[in-house]
């Protein structure tokens, strides 16, 4: 069988790059100590060049405490910037491996009075929170509360489940050793959000034993593009695949956590999705023709009728087509696509089945290195929205390091492409040059990170020779106008009302939804595009009867009496005014204890500089955002480790755009083909820093409407939209 093969066309001097970038900054320990709350940390200023990771191992402290007491950091780390340090002895490093939650002091609380709280020892308590004192407290102290300490694990067994019924509906749950939130939403059908929502005390963490309440889902799976799927006895998930037309990939993409060992009444969700004529299974390990068809419960010479071109001994991660049920079979049976999809030409197009292991793709990443601009040109401030006299040389490079470690991903499942790398200025000559390559014509996806009048060339290219064209950066939605092969992954403004009408219509309960603003000349549109979708959302029965929706244009002291009880009430803050905004949070903690409600800020309020991060908690501040990195999670420290390893840096958020553009489009080819464009509204990718949900904007081009909603839960960032 023919070998695949992988070519990285370098056009460039890009070994010259790749040395550059393996040249860290040294990091010198900060002799500047100062003490906050009664925690001593050392004051260590950003150097240009240096890491979280380089920093963290001079200072011998774990990152995740860095970030912990600097959550900035998490986004980007800039020369000259300040970060505290917790002054960490080295006597608690037999600890480093504990789960931990966080505990935010409140006022007048003592060490006596946690240590009784979470039956921890006060002597663990003050090993892991060197600097601690036994008196009181200052208000908004973190402490971190080993849970592999606690009392309640030592000495009393945890049962494996408690539910009992309550009353108005709710069910109670005792949380199991090491359970979290989002094992605790999946087995009930429910959001994080709502789980919040019915136990704000969660958001500082899970104690093994304590029980709390479960309500009924806000919305049914229903109404979510799904169905429930009931598993019956002797039932295969292999069997559920090819009844259903959906992938064993789909089905554990929509139900984390799920196996092969499936139970009798067990529920799963299903995508519903039109009749389709195949599914997709890759190939195990030594798996061959007969095993997968016992699997499928399908004849060998079925599968070899959809598949002529296998052998008997079958490669692994091969694409194997699997021939589900007649059309005759009852509706009910298989699931259906939503409405809103209906834009898509032909319903067997976008069946990932795409005989992609015969087909190599060519692709042209275009990047802005400057390593053949002049200096004089490199320096000016109007064309890159840098200071006089600062180089971007160098500044796109982690885009194209985060593309080398999708593409590394790509070719290990099959991918087979020729990738060519231009180093593109902006100077128009230059343009013209690249786009009279002959192969440029032939190219089957264009990445483009180029200036924007560059761009306009590549654009127009692009419709000429029907090339489907990522602008990978640019906010501005102008760029997709008449023309659709571009495609824009940075979500539309356009979209972000309709993302908090779509959330705040899946919370459960009554809703007390308040829009305000700080001046009453701003923000007009976007109030009048959120009462349009928040009363088209309850004229369409998503809200619960007796919800309600007003704005207000005045004081904090109006908001306090807005907000009422008996509501779950939501403060829709449109302000991008630092001092407001922390004015107001500050104002409303006084309200926490008497009644319920939650934040939603504007983009910008994540990079508020002067905000303590235990307000946004104990306020339930959400946040709109075109990205979210999860530094908690599995995929993402794995990117973070191959990142460190390769290029002894720290990655940005180009390093992270960079890896979720080429992983997503190269997928949209190998599952898809060439003629990818008409099935991106179905496409779902798992990425690690961005969501893509694709709309036609036609005759433009394609952009992502999915803007994260995230909030923190025990200062860990977590999205309760998805």
């Not at 509501?567 to 500050?586: C, D, G, K, M, P």
């Not at 009644?595 to 946004?616: D, T, V, Y």
């Amino acid at each position: 069988m023919k070998q695949r093969f992988f070519i990285i066309a370098f056009l460039l001097g890009f070994f010259f790059i790749t040395s550059k970038a393996q040249e860290p900054a040294e990091v010198v320990v900060s002799q500047q100590k100062i003490t906050e709350n009664g925690m001593t940390f050392w004051l260590h200023t950003v150097e240009a060049g240096q890491t979280l990771y380089r920093i963290s191992l001079a200072y011998k402290v774990p990152i995740s405490d860095i970030l912990q007491y600097n959550p900035e950091a998490a986004k980007v780390l800039k020369t000259g910037q300040q970060l505290k340090i917790p002054a960490t002895p080295s006597e608690i490093s037999p600890y480093t491996n504990i789960d931990f939650i966080y505990h935010v002091t409140k006022a007048g609380e003592t060490l006596q009075s946690i240590s009784n709280i979470y039956s921890v020892p006060i002597e663990t308590i003050q090993k892991l929170n060197p600097g601690i004192g036994k008196d009181k407290l200052p208000a908004d102290q973190v402490i971190k509360i080993p849970l592999d300490y606690s009392a309640l694990l030592k000495n009393q067994p945890i049962p494996d489940t408690s539910r009992r019924t309550s009353k108005g509906g709710f069910l109670t749950y005792t949380v199991k050793e090491k359970e979290t939130l989002y094992a605790i939403s999946r087995k009930f059908g429910v959001t994080i959000a709502d789980i919040i929502e019915w136990n704000p005390q969660v958001k500082e963490g899970l104690k093994a034993g304590e029980e709390i309440l479960i309500g009924k889902p806000g919305i049914k799976p229903q109404e979510r593009g799904f169905i429930e799927y009931k598993i019956q006895k002797h039932e295969s998930l292999y069997g559920i695949a090819r009844k259903n037309r959906i992938s064993i990939d789909s089905l554990k993409m929509f139900n984390q956590g799920l196996t092969e060992n499936i139970k009798e009444g067990q529920i799963i969700l299903i995508p519903k999705r039109r009749a389709a004529s195949y599914i997709t299974h890759v190939a195990e390990p030594k798996e061959n023709l007969q095993k997968i068809a016992d699997k499928y419960e399908v004849g060998e010479e079925e599968l070899k009728k959809a598949n002529p071109h296998i052998d008997k001994k079958i490669e692994e991660n091969a694409p194997i087509k699997i021939p589900i049920q007649s059309e005759n079979k009852k509706e009910h049976e298989m699931a259906q696509l939503p409405a809103e999809t209906e834009n898509i030409a032909s319903t067997s197009l976008c069946n990932p089945d795409y005989k992609f292991k015969h087909e190599e793709f060519k692709i042209a990443i275009i990047v802005p290195f400057m390593l053949n601009t002049p200096l004089n040109v490199r320096s000016q401030s109007s064309a890159y929205g840098k200071k006089p006299g600062e180089s971007p040389l160098f500044k796109y490079l982690p885009f194209y390091e985060g593309a080398l470690l999708a593409l590394d991903s790509l070719k290990k499942i099959g991918f087979n492409a020729k990738v060519y790398v231009y180093d593109l200025g902006n100077d128009m000559s230059g343009t013209h040059r690249l786009l009279q390559k002959p192969e440029m014509k032939s190219m089957d996806l264009i990445i483009s990170l180029a200036f924007s009048k560059n761009f306009e060339l590549i654009a127009d290219f692009a419709k000429r020779h029907k090339i489907p064209t990522i602008n990978a950066i640019s906010k501005r939605d102008e760029i997709l106008s008449n023309n659709e092969y571009i495609i824009k992954p940075y979500p539309s403004e356009d979209f972000q009302a309709e993302a908090v009408a779509q959330f705040l219509s899946s919370r459960p309960g009554k809703q007390n939804i308040i829009i305000l603003r700080n001046n009453k000349n701003l923000y007009t549109n976007t109030i009048d595009k959120l009462l349009t979708m928040l009363d088209q959302h309850l004229q369409e029965g998503h809200f619960t009867k007796g919800s309600r929706i007003h704005f207000l244009n005045d004081s904090v002291t109006k908001v306090k009496s807005a907000i009422k009880p008996g509501y779950s009430n939501y403060l829709i803050v449109l302000s991008e005014n630092e001092a407001f905004n922390i004015n107001l949070l500050r104002n409303l903690r006084t309200l926490n204890d008497t009644l319920r409600f939650s934040l939603i800020g504007m983009p910008s309020w994540a990079n508020m500089k002067n905000a303590e991060i235990s307000s946004l908690i104990q306020n339930n501040v959400h946040f709109l955002s075109p990205f979210m990195v999860d530094y908690y999670d599995e995929k993402v420290q794995d990117f973070l480790y191959k990142y460190r390893d390769r290029y002894l840096a720290e990655p940005n958020e180009l390093a992270f755009t960079g890896f979720d553009i080429t992983w997503f489009f190269c997928n949209a080819l190998m599952n898809y083909g060439k003629d990818f464009r008409e099935c991106l509204p179905y496409l779902r990718i798992s990425n690690i820093q961005s969501s893509y949900r694709y709309k036609w904007l036609k005759p433009n081009g394609l952009v992502n409407t999915f803007w994260n909603i995230y909030q923190y839960i025990g200062y860990r960032p977590v999205i309760v939209n998805l």
